[in-house]
């Protein structure tokens, strides 16, 4: 049976469409059983509709950890999620939830680090590597154990926006990569 996954989305939800293209090329061998955005325009719910995936705009965690309750999720991805979850939800679900950052953790990361602004602080410091990262989600944020990274060289007349389009070029291929080690190692407890 196929492993069931839910998806977790604040914006435009391009790692969300990576997964969904990879499982209809039968890359990817799961299910997307449902996605939650916590901001009603954020793009991802669209892309889920298009695709025929349940989708639901939640705010409230107790009602997330309810509906993915409901749907006897394995694996949770966090695919560009601006809200930091709470220790409960995280214990609720330890081991199955997966996020991806657009930076190479340790750098770049933690509170406030997030969208364009990772880049630009990349580019502030004078970094000549950037790149992005899957790990799994623990309490404190950013800090989980690292599943999978990749790296781009940072170019001369490199900007924040030409950085953040190539990092999610790579923040793609590694998403989809690690979900399907994830799943076919069984998690991380
Ligand atoms: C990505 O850069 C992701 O790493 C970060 O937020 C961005 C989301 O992009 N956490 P998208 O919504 O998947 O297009």
């Known amino acids: 049976m196929s492993k069931k996954i839910a998806v977790l989305a604040s914006g435009s939800g391009s790692n969300l469409q ?3 293209d990879s499982v209809r090329e039968e890359k990817l061998e799961a299910e997307i059983s449902l996605v939650i955005a916590n901001k009603i325009d954020a ?14 705009f939640i705010k409230d965690e107790d009602e997330m950890i309810k509906i993915l309750n409901q749907h006897n999720i394995d694996l949770i991805v966090l695919a560009g999620f601006l809200k930091i979850l709470s220790e409960e939800f995280i214990q609720q679900f330890q081991g199955k939830i997966l996020n991806i950052h657009p930076s ?3 750098s770049f990361c933690g509170k ?5 602004k990772v880049h630009q602080k990349a580019l502030e410091y004078g970094v000549k590597v950037s790149g992005a990262t ?3 989600v623990t309490k404190d944020p950013d800090s989980g154990p690292i599943i999978m990274q990749k790296a781009v060289y940072i170019d001369e007349d490199e ?3 030409s950085l953040q389009k190539k990092v999610l070029k790579v923040e793609h291929e590694i998403l989809v990569e690690s979900i399907k080690k994830v799943l076919k190692d069984g998690g991380k407890k």
């Open 18 to 20: 990576a997964i969904i």
């Open 43 to 56: 793009y991802a719910l669209e892309r889920a509709k298009k695709n025929n995936i349940k989708s639901y």
């Open 104 to 106: 190479l953790i340790p």
């Open 112 to 116: 406030g680090y997030y969208g364009l």
């Open 134 to 136: 899957v790990h799994f």
């Open 159 to 161: 900007t924040a926006e």
